[in-house]
C-alpha cells in the first residue's frame, strides 16, 4: 500500500519544484525549441566519428522479388519448368511449397546494366536504373523467419518474437534527438491493403516509451488533434502543460519510474508539433521542379512518392530515422504483374529522393536502405507466383558512407542461396549502427539482468560495402 500522506504536495513544495521545468520550457520557446535532446544511453555515443547522421529506410512489406528487381538469373530462364536440383532444396524451410514439386521459375523480366558500376537492374525500374552509380545492391540477405510477422520483427529487432525494440528505437536511444519539435523516430505507411504490419515492427519493446516510433499519416494532416479545441489559447495551453510537467517530477522524485519522464517528454513533445508538424506537410515551399521529380502536388497525397518527400523534409529538420512502408509485394500468385504494379508506386519516388538528397548535399551523411522481411523462391507456386525464402533477397543501401556504384555478394545459379558473401540481418544491423558511428557490441540495454542489443550476440560489421 503505498503511504498517502507521501503524495501530500504544498503550494509552496509544487512551485518550487516547478520554476526549473518552467524556465526550461519557457528557454526553448525562445530559442524556437533548437536544443539538441541529449540521449539517456549509458554509453557515449557514437563511438568513433559517424559516416551517417540520419537513415531514411524504404521497406517493401510483403517481401519483394529478387528475381524481377535486382538478382537476374539466365540459368533459371533457360530451365523454366523443369525440376530445381535437390541438392540446393533438402532441408530448407519454405512457407507453402513443402509438399509440392519444386520447379524453377525463369522471370522474362528484362535486366539492364547500369551506369558507370555496370548494375544489373530490373526493366521494371527505370527511375533507379538511372541512380545505378549511386547505389550498393546487396544479393544475398538472408534471415531466420519465414512467415512475415516474425520475419518483420526479425529485420526490425533482430528477433522473431515480439518485445524487443525495433531498430529506430535503438538509435533513439543511441544517439538522443537533434530536434525538439519533431519526433526522433518517425514511421509511414503506403500501398494497398494486403499483408498487414504488425506495430511490434517500430515498438520501443523495453527501452523507455519515448524511444517507440511515432507513426504520421501521409496527408496534409499526418497527426490528430494537431489543433487545439475552440476557445484553449497557446499561452493557456501551454501553462497547463508546464503545470503538469511540474506534477510529475514531484512525483518521479517519490517514484523514479523511467515512464514517467516520458509522459513529460512527450506532453511537451506534442504541444511543439502542433506548430511543427503542419508545417511540414506544407509542400508550397518546395519548388515546382521537386515536386515534379517526386510527382506530387502542394500536398502530401498518401501515395509513396509524397512519403519519400515528407521524409527528405523530416531528415532537413533534423529527425534521426525514418521508416517508410509501401505494402502490397507478397505474391504468391502473378509475380510479374504484382512486381510491375509496385515498381510503378516506388521507382519514382525511390530514385527522387536520391537525387534530391544529393542536390542538397545530404546524400553524404543520410544513409537510405531499400528492402523488405524476406526474398523470394526461384520455384514457382502455383505456375505463376514465389513462395517466402529466407536464403537469398536483395536491398540496396546508398549514402552514408556505403560504397556506391557496388554490388555485394552472389547467389548461386538459381538464385537459391548465397554462393558468396552471404549478408544475414544481424550482418545488416551491426553494418547499419557502424555507419552511424556506433559499435553494436556496445550499444546494450539491461532488462531482467540481461544486457540486451540489437544484434543478440550474432552480427559482422561488413566493411566491403563501406566507401
Not at 519465414?146 to 544517439?175: E, K
Not at 523462391?377 to 525464402?389: A, E, F, I, K, L
Amino acid at each position: 500500500m503505498h503511504d498517502n500522506t507521501s503524495l501530500n504536495v504544498t503550494r509552496r513544495h509544487f512551485f518550487s519544484k516547478s520554476a526549473a521545468g518552467i524556465g526550461t520550457a519557457a528557454l526553448g520557446s525562445l530559442l524556437g525549441q533548437s536544443a539538441v535532446t541529449a540521449s539517456d544511453s549509458a554509453t557515449s555515443f557514437p563511438n568513433f566519428p559517424a559516416r551517417a547522421k540520419r537513415v531514411i529506410y524504404l521497406y517493401m512489406a510483403g517481401g519483394p522479388s529478387q528475381f524481377e528487381t535486382f538478382d537476374d538469373k539466365p540459368t533459371l530462364r533457360r530451365l523454366h519448368g523443369k525440376p530445381i536440383p535437390q541438392a540446393l532444396t533438402q532441408g530448407v524451410k519454405l512457407a507453402f511449397l513443402q509438399y509440392e514439386a519444386l520447379k524453377c521459375f525463369g522471370s522474362d523480366v528484362g535486366f539492364k546494366q547500369c551506369g558507370e558500376s555496370g548494375q544489373s537492374i530490373s526493366n521494371l525500374l527505370p527511375q533507379l536504373q538511372g541512380v545505378a552509380d549511386e547505389l550498393c545492391v546487396v544479393r544475398t540477405l538472408q534471415t531466420d523467419q519465414v512467415n512475415h510477422d516474425p520475419a518483420h520483427t526479425f529485420m526490425n529487432t533482430g528477433f522473431g518474437i515480439a518485445g524487443r525494440p525495433s531498430m529506430g528505437s535503438w538509435l533513439s536511444y543511441g544517439l538522443g534527438s537533434e530536434v525538439a519539435n519533431l519526433p526522433t523516430f518517425v514511421v509511414m505507411r503506403s500501398g494497398p491493403l494486403g499483408q498487414p504490419i504488425p506495430t511490434t515492427a517500430w515498438h520501443n519493446g523495453f527501452l523507455p516509451g519515448k524511444h517507440q516510433g511515432v507513426e504520421f499519416y501521409g496527408s496534409e494532416q499526418p497527426l490528430n488533434f494537431l489543433e487545439s479545441p475552440p476557445g484553449v489559447t497557446r499561452q493557456s495551453q501551454s501553462k497547463t502543460i508546464d503545470s503538469i510537467a511540474a506534477l510529475n517530477r514531484v512525483r518521479f522524485e517519490q517514484s523514479p519510474d523511467p515512464e514517467i519522464l516520458t509522459r513529460i517528454n512527450q506532453y511537451e513533445l506534442a504541444f511543439q508539433m502542433q506548430t511543427s508538424v503542419p508545417d511540414l506537410a506544407d509542400f508550397h515551399s518546395e519548388s515546382q521542379a521537386t515536386r515534379e521529380l517526386y510527382g506530387v502536388g502542394d500536398k502530401p497525397d498518401g501515395g509513396f512518392g509524397s512519403n519519400c518527400l515528407m521524409a527528405r523534409r523530416m531528415a532537413e529538420r533534423g529527425v534521426r530515422f525514418i521508416q517508410l512502408y509501401h505494402t502490397g509485394w507478397d505474391h504468391h500468385g502473378g509475380v510479374v504483374k504484382g512486381v510491375t504494379a509496385r515498381a510503378k508506386d516506388v521507382d519514382q519516388g525511390c530514385a527522387a529522393l536520391i537525387r534530391d538528397l544529393k542536390q542538397r548535399g545530404m546524400l553524404d551523411d543520410t544513409l537510405v536502405i531499400w528492402g523488405g522481411e524476406f526474398g523470394r523462391t526461384p520455384m514457382s507456386q502455383g505456375g505463376s507466383g514465389r513462395d517466402h525464402h529466407t536464403r537469398s533477397g536483395a536491398i540496396w543501401m546508398a549514402g552514408g558512407g556505403v560504397k556506391a556504384g557496388s554490388s555485394y555478394g552472389e547467389t548461386d545459379d538459381f538464385g537459391f542461396t548465397a554462393a558468396i558473401d552471404p549478408f544475414h540481418v544481424h550482418d545488416f544491423h551491426a553494418t547499419t549502427l557502424h555507419l552511424l558511428g556506433i559499435n553494436h557490441k556496445r550499444l546494450t540495454y539491461r532488462h531482467q539482468g540481461f544486457n540486451f542489443r540489437l544484434t543478440n550476440v550474432h552480427g559482422n560489421v561488413l566493411e566491403r560495402i563501406i566507401a
